[in-house]
């Protein structure tokens, strides 16, 4: 049994990363930590939590009861052997060199540590340098069915970002066995308001994104770097896409629909088998069968990724839809994922629920 720390417990993310831990076999103690919010109970920001297991005072032990009281960060990265960072960027690299003398696990859902030792790419895009380098430079990627054997290996992990976990999951396969090529990939891309964060702002105003499709950050997204690597990766070179999220007016989800120009005729068939093939051992990637197309109700609440697979009139250009649950799959259900396999648990513990029908 494992002591595990949320910091960052307030935000969207940290939220839903408590609601599983409180259902995870492994998790005996769960410390959630909140420097806004230092002694204020998560059951008056999240009353879906209220009679959930906890003890006195900060930390939660299950079967005792009690409130869910936030205790500071500091506070909780000492006491915890896995520390989850739900964090605004640039702030979870303190909180990692606090607990790395102790060989904590630290798992951060930022984008501190999504870059490596590339802080060149990391300082364009988000404007900060790096104040640790050494971490960096021992932190592992933390997309599961790319980086497995290093996760297992990690004890800095950087979680994906919700868009790049959708869009590399539906192009891992066609690049990996070159059935794709590598210029011309667009990837459209629709996020629910979740995607956004928990401060308000204009456009997650609800008069704002209801009823409308929005396209924002137009060329400029942060995640797309992170995509371009992704596929350079996975491609084994580097890969020309073009990729652009939309706000759309639902609570949560990821549906990223991704045009790449086949490299030679394959029926669709043909590609539906080989995606197949490719993600067999995979317990979070779900390949729909001929006829069906992946959505975002067919995820909601869970950690899968579901790929369904068309292809264009002329059939030169495939047409892939990967749907995720950004809170789950692109949050706090990978970044479980991500400690299951580092602490040598079977990666589904904790967050193998389907989906709701509704």
Known sequence: MFTVA???????????????????????????????????TMESFYPNLISANGV???????GTGGELRFVSPEAAVDAADVIFSSLPHGIAEEHAARCRPRGALF??????????????????VYGKPYRHP??????????????????????????????PTSASLGLYPGLAEGAFKTEGIVIDAKSGITGAGKEPTRSTHYPECADTITPYKIGEHRHGPEIERNLASMAGRPVDA???????????????T???????????RALRELYAAFYADEPFVRILPEGAIATSRNVRMS????????????????????????????????????????????????ISMLPPAF
Do not use: W
């Open 6 to 40: 949320v910091i960052g417990a307030t935000g969207y993310a940290g939220a839903e990363l408590a609601r599983l831990l409180l259902g995870h076999s492994s998790v005996g103690k769960l410390i959630l930590a909140s420097s806004s919010a230092e002694g204020g």
């Open 56 to 62: 006195d005072g900060a930390v939660l032990g299950k």
């Open 107 to 124: 798992i951060d859902l930022s984008a501190d540590f999504r870059f490596g030792d590339d802080e060149a790419t990391f300082r364009e």
């Open 134 to 163: 050494a971490l960096h430079a021992e932190s592992v990627y933390g997309l599961p069915e790319l980086n497995r054997v290093s996760i297992a290996k990690a004890r800095i992990i950087g979680n994906p970002g919700c868009y």
């Open 242 to 256: 073009i990729f652009t999220p939309h706000l759309a007016p639902m609570g949560r989800g990821i549906v990223s």
């Open 258 to 268: 991704i045009y790449a120009p086949l490299s030679s005729p394959i029926g669709a």
């Open 303 to 350: 950690n899968y990724c579901d790929i369904s697979l068309h292809l264009a009139r002329g059939e030169r250009t495939a047409i892939v839809v990967s749907a995720i649950d950004n809170m789950v799959k692109g949050a706090a259900g990978q970044a479980i994922q991500n400690m299951n396999i580092a602490l040598g648990l079977d990666e589904r513990s904790g």
